[in-house]
């Protein structure tokens, strides 16, 4: 802990919240830790609670941009940037949340080393806002993922620091005690940013702050249509897919190829269809997940269940569901089992295969207690009630 680390950090540290006053009480919430002797830290990173320093790293550096890093580390964690990457690839979200953090500490006038990252075009943009302009293949800001077949290879492959998942067991050794959860993260992030943002407009600071980051920091809601076209971006294939061809244009006598890069292959929908949910929150949600089922070209099952399985249908991949007509059956209790149960039964017995379950409910009933060996993503409307142990949470 402190007590351990070299004079220079710890002078480091303590020159950091004498000179950036407003940063003093974030800089005393979060740990640092001495990872010199790891194999793993080169530099500085973060699991969003704890900060990991190399100290032979430190040493290359001078007085201010030895408080940058640190500072660096800092707002990782007041932002949540760890706990916000979700389902996007780790390597180019952390060039989406450098981008985001450096312009902000350079606003604040601190002095950045010359290995870090630094755009202007991305001046007030979220980290969110800037991975999809780093994973757009039409933004001149698109980075290709490393790929050895094509040599394709990121623009810098070492940004100046690491960014851990809280459960990494690489660093669990160096922890003195177990990483606050996710809830518990955000709660302190809250109490921190409220302070910090207040402390900065007292000090003319505030337009420095990235508003927008801030919100996401403190829990702000990304719509729940975003939310899921990323669940399907990540459950989609590596491989090209050239036959079969696109099978919207075959009845014109049209053969073209299918998406280079496509979706999943067959998804299962499940809907609760007990009282709690409304027809119209469920035409809504079926008619967004009809529009990247048809993105994607993949085939649907749709479940309609409420304490026990009412109706089962099937989709082709180009097949039109017009969900705004369908009646919903059951109304009745609520249990999630029967699902998994009929998807298990049918892997055995006809050799299903599935890339998701999305069920749609309330939260209010009984799942099964071990994780099924496919992606599961519960689609709830709010307040609803977590008792899922397990998959995705997508909030309307």
Same mark, same amino acid.
């Given at each position: 802990m402190i007590a351990d680390l070299p004079d220079s950090i710890v002078k480091g540290r303590i020159d @950091?919240? @004498?000179e950036q006053p407003y940063l003093s009480s974030t800089v005393a919430r979060y740990p640092l830790i001495d990872a010199t002797q790891s194999d793993w830290c080169h530099t500085l990173a973060t699991d969003g609670y704890n900060i990991f320093i190399n100290t032979e790293f430190c040493k290359t550096l001078d007085k201010e941009e030895l408080v940058f890093v640190l500072a660096h580390e800092l707002v990782h964690c007041v %932002? &949540?940037?760890?706990?916000?990457? /979700?389902?996007?690839d780790p390597k180019i979200w952390n060039f989406a949340i450098d981008y985001a953090t450096n312009l902000m500490l350079q606003d604040f006038g601190f002095k950045m080393p010359k290995i870090g990252l630094l755009k202007e075009e991305f001046r007030n943009h979220t980290a969110e806002d800037i991975y999809e302009l780093l994973t757009?293949?039409?933004s001149k800001h698109f980075l290709p993922k490393p790929d050895a077949g094509t040599g394709l290879t990121l623009e810098c492959e070492t940004p100046f620091d690491s960014h851990l998942e809280p459960s990494d067991s690489r660093s669990e050794s160096l922890r003195s005690g177990d990483t606050p959860s996710t809830d518990e993260r955000l709660r302190l992030r809250k109490n921190i940013s409220k302070s910090l943002q207040e402390k900065l407009q007292s000090r003319g600071y505030g337009p420095g702050l =990235? /508003?927008?980051e801030l919100n996401m920091a403190? &829990? &702000?809601k990304v719509p729940w249509q975003d939310l899921l076209a990323q669940f399907f971006t990540g459950l989609r294939k590596d491989n $090209?897919? @050239?036959l079969p061809p696109n099978k919207k244009h075959l009845w014109r006598g049209i053969y073209l190829p299918s998406l280079g890069v496509p979706g999943p292959d067959h998804i299962v929908v499940a809907i609760d269809t007990s009282g709690s949910m409304s027809d119209r929150i469920l035409s809504e949600i079926l008619g967004?997940?009809?529009r990247l089922r048809s993105i994607s070209q993949c085939s649907m099952t749709l479940i309609q269940c409420d304490a026990k399985i009412q109706k089962v249908e099937h989709f082709d991949e180009c097949e039109e569901t017009q969900f705004e007509r369908k009646k919903m059956h059951g109304r009745g209790g609520t249990s999630f089992v029967p699902v998994f149960e009929w998807i298990t039964k049918e892997q055995q017995k006809n050799g299903m295969s599935l890339d998701c379950l999305f069920y749609l409910t309330d939260g209010y009933g009984d799942a099964p207690p071990d994780p099924p060996p496919y992606p599961v993503a519960w689609v709830v409307t709010p307040n609803y009630y977590n =008792? %899922? +142990? $397990? +998959? +995705?949470v997508i909030e309307l």
């Open positions: @950091l919240m @004498l %932002f &949540g940037h760890i706990d916000r990457r /979700q389902d996007r757009d293949p039409k =990235n /508003q927008s403190e &829990g &702000g $090209y897919r @050239l967004e997940v009809d =008792n %899922f +142990g $397990y +998959g +995705g």
